[in-house]
């Protein structure tokens, strides 16, 4: 988004939209979606919104179905309520966001046990040698 008046459209596309999905929207299959982010083209022609859904795969893919059925509907409210002169075309993209931040906590959960194991070993260990290997001068030889 290099204009900066497309990152205040995409902030009105994302509240307009969660409106609409909140108030207007009545499709069965749409879960309960959380919109977090909405993405211009630099033309402004196109506008990519980001979305999670709460719910297991059956919800993800139910609530992708509705929202691809209402596209129409949410696009022309968008460019009533925006009144520019090209509504920007809606695509919905499902946000991995869920899916990433299982896979940070799964590594650090890794990383910990890793670390607890690595402490454990070393409080029972010991030093190969002498405890000071180095020589001294004031030791008679």
Same mark, same amino acid.
Do not use: W
């Given at each position: ?5 497309? #990152? ?26 959380? $919109? ?11 506008? *990519?919104?980001? +979305? *999670?859904? +709460?719910? /297991? ?12 059925? @209402? ?9 009533? =309520?925006?009144?520019?002169? #090209?509504?920007? *075309?809606?695509?919905?993209?499902? /946000?991995?966001?869920?899916? *990433?931040? @299982?896979?940070?906590?799964?590594? $650090? ?7 607890? =194991?690595?402490?454990?070993? @070393?409080? /029972? ?8 290997? +180095? ?7």
């Amino acid at each position: 988004m290099a204009n900066p008046r497309y #990152f205040k459209v995409a902030e009105q596309i994302k509240v307009i939209v969660a409106e609409l999905l909140a108030r207007r929207i009545r499709d069965p299959r749409l879960g309960f979606i959380t $919109l977090t982010e909405v993405r211009m083209s630099k033309d402004g022609r196109d506008a *990519t919104i980001f +979305y *999670t859904v +709460y719910g /297991d795969e059956q919800a993800r893919s139910d609530s992708a179905a509705a929202l691809m059925s @209402a596209t129409g509907l949410l696009r022309s409210e968008v460019g009533k =309520q925006l009144g520019m002169k #090209f509504t920007p *075309t809606l695509t919905f993209v499902l /946000d991995a966001l869920d899916d *990433t931040a @299982a896979q940070i906590e799964g590594a $650090l959960a890794a990383a910990r046990l890793h670390d607890a =194991q690595v402490a454990a070993l @070393a409080a /029972d260990a010991c030093f190969a040698g002498e405890a000071d290997p +180095y020589k001294h001068d004031d030791e008679s030889e």
